[in-house]
Each structure stands twice: as structure tokens, then as C-alpha cells.
């Protein structure tokens, strides 16, 4: 079946950082993908998304490239701030009018 | 974008209760979902709602337990029945839009059974 596989937190940074959060996905044809944040005490906010081969999706300085090669979608942001600290989830959607499905999330926290 | 509502957005109930969960959105849609966030992870799908059809459901999920009406494209309800502590949860409504290929959530219910 349909499912996503996020790198296991949580992530530790200091701010400026580098970051990569790592997100491959199983799925058959070309799923949409997806990148959702959910800050503490927030509800779930779509940051990006890619919905074909080698789009690349970003928002907030993140940037996320959809490689069908390497069945990936991993999330990057060349310098974080204290207020990225937040859950981030990976999600695919096999096709349209299908639910999404999610990652198990990856908590990121950053220090001044 | 959608607008969604949820209410209750917060409830402690005793074990062995039900709990339903409304479900409001701005806009009409033809596709909503259910979603519930156990502590500390992922969101996992319940069911498919969508007007003038019977809920679809998960793997794991039966409509005795969480039966859900659909009445129209702009309201749902959840309900939560026979609860016991491992429903804990928060629950999520959600609606895709067509249009914009996005997937839109609302604030959830977080629900404690004690």
C-alpha cells in the first residue's frame, strides 16, 4: 500500500543551521506530496507541496523537490530560526479525491 | 482556502460515554475526512466522508465505534462511542478541495476519556 517514511526525531539545531529532514514514500503512478508544520499548541498548516516529477515546492525559506527516482521528498531549509521549532509531517495523496496520508512527524527544535 | 470549525474543541468524558464532534466548513465540499492524533503521533485516517454516501472506513476503525453522518457539503459529525482511556485523542476534521489540489484541517477536538 500507500505510505510515507519520515527520519526519526527529534532534531536538535542551533540557529542558522542547516536543515534536512529526510522523507521517502511507497506508492504506485505519481502521488502528490506533501509537507505540513504544526507549531506548538497550532493546528496542522500545509508549508509546500509538489504534485508532479521534479517540482520543487516551497514556502518560508523550505524547499522540498519531488525525486521519483529516489522515491523522495526530503525537507530543507538553508538557516533555521527559533521559530521554526515545530512537528513537520510529510504526506502523500495517491490521487485526487483520496485522503492524505502522513508520516509519523518529525519534531525539530532550535535554540538561539 | 476552507475554513473548518470543529466543536467541542476540547471535552473530558467517562469512560463507557459518547462523544460527537461537529464539523463546519466555510465552503462547500464533496470530500471530508476524519483524522485522529494520539498523543506525541502521526495522524491516522478513520474514515472518508462524502455527501450522499456511506463513510468509508480505515482499517482498524468500525462504524459502531465512530459512526459519522454526513448530512450536506458543509457539516459532519463524529461520533465517539463506548469510549475507554485509548481513545484519548485529538480529532481532526478535514476537507480536500478540488480545485487546489490541497487538503485543508481543522483546529481538532481534543478529547480526554478518564
Known amino acids: 500500500g500507500n505510505s510515507v517514511t519520515q527520519m526519526e526525531g527529534p532534531v536538535t539545531l542551533s540557529e542558522e543551521a542547516f536543515l534536512t529532514i529526510n522523507c521517502t514514500y511507497t506508492a504506485t503512478g505519481y502521488p502528490s506530496l506533501f509537507w505540513y508544520v504544526q507549531y506548538p499548541g497550532e493546528g496542522l498548516q500545509l508549508l509546500l507541496k509538489?504534485?508532479?516529477?521534479?517540482d520543487k515546492g516551497s514556502n518560508k525559506g523550505f524547499e522540498a523537490t519531488y525525486r521519483k527516482e529516489t522515491t523522495s521528498f526530503h525537507l530543507e531549509k538553508g538557516s533555521v530560526q527559533v521559530s521554526d521549532s515545530a512537528v513537520y509531517f510529510c504526506?502523500?495523496?495517491?490521487?485526487?479525491?483520496?485522503?492524505?496520508?502522513f508520516g509519523k512527524g518529525t519534531t525539530l527544535s532550535v535554540s538561539s | 482556502s476552507a475554513v473548518i470549525s470543529q466543536k467541542p474543541s476540547r471535552d473530558i468524558c467517562q469512560r463507557g460515554t459518547s462523544l460527537t464532534i461537529q464539523c463546519q466548513v466555510d465552503?462547500?465540499?464533496?470530500?471530508m475526512f476524519w483524522y485522529r492524533q494520539q498523543p506525541g503521533q502521526s495522524l491516522t485516517l478513520i474514515a472518508t466522508a462524502n455527501q450522499g454516501s456511506e463513510a468509508t472506513y480505515e482499517s482498524g476503525f468500525v462504524i459502531d465505534k465512530f459512526p459519522i453522518s454526513r448530512p450536506n457539503l458543509t457539516f459532519s459529525t463524529l461520533t465517539v462511542s463506548n469510549m475507554s482511556p485509548e481513545d484519548s485523542s485529538i480529532y481532526l476534521c478535514?476537507?480536500?478541495?478540488?480545485?487546489?489540489?490541497?487538503?485543508?484541517f481543522g483546529p481538532g477536538t481534543r478529547l480526554t476519556v478518564t
Open positions: 504526506a502523500l495523496r495517491h490521487q485526487a479525491g483520496t485522503a492524505l496520508i
Open positions: 478535514s476537507v480536500a478541495r478540488e480545485a487546489d489540489n490541497e487538503q485543508y
Open positions: 465552503s462547500q465540499v464533496t470530500m
Open positions: 509538489a504534485t508532479k516529477a521534479d
